[in-house]
């Protein structure tokens, strides 16, 4: 078990570095970087040591990125709480429901849907949950975009809305 457990560790590590790698050469095809001045390996070493340090960076609006993420990342918690609680709630009685009766109809319809979300594209289930929970379910209970309502009318100018 300890090797395992060492072999999984070397794996992260590496992981880890090659991802920062990858990071870095992102961040050095922006013209105006800082570490376009350096030679890749140290411009990579400090670009650790700055991450190890929790710099990420100045965002294109000019302020720290980590001012920017922790400015919306409440409503990320929020949203991944109510989402695990919703998991919660309807996931463990459907499967302990689906497989009490297998076989039953409910089974199968439990199935079939567990499989069609499943196979489906997340950003298509995204959009389709987006509009159910905001727009056809209780109105202005489930906010989305900027927790503001989408009920609002739209001017008739507009060709979409029409």
């Known amino acids: 078990m300890l ?10 590590i590496i992981t880890l570095l090659i991802l920062t790698l990858i990071g870095y050469n992102i961040v050095k095809l922006d013209p105006f970087s800082v570490f376009n001045q350096q030679d890749f390996w140290a411009g990579w070493l400090q ?9 990420l960076g100045i965002s294109a609006d ?7 993420l922790s400015e919306v990342f409440p409503a990320t918690m929020e949203l991944c709480f109510f989402a695990f609680l919703l998991a919660l709630i309807v996931g463990i009685p459907l499967g302990t429901l689906a497989g009490i009766r297998r076989g039953s109809p409910a089974d199968i319809v439990i199935s079939s849907i567990t499989l069609l979300t ?3 594209p997340i950003f298509w289930m995204a959009i389709l949950m987006i509009m159910l929970f905001s727009l056809y379910l ?10 503001c309502c989408l ?11 029409m």
Not at 47 to 55: I, N, P, S
């Open 118 to 120: 499943f196979s489906m």
């Open 62 to 68: 000019g302020l720290p990125v980590t001012q920017a």
């Open 47 to 55: 670009y650790l040591r700055q991450l190890m340090q929790g710099d």
């Open 3 to 12: 090797i395992y457990a060492i072999r999984r560790l070397n794996l992260f």
């Open 151 to 161: 009920r609002f009318q739209t001017p008739q100018a507009l060709p979409w809305s």
């Open 138 to 147: 209780a109105g202005c209970r489930f906010p989305v975009a900027t927790t």
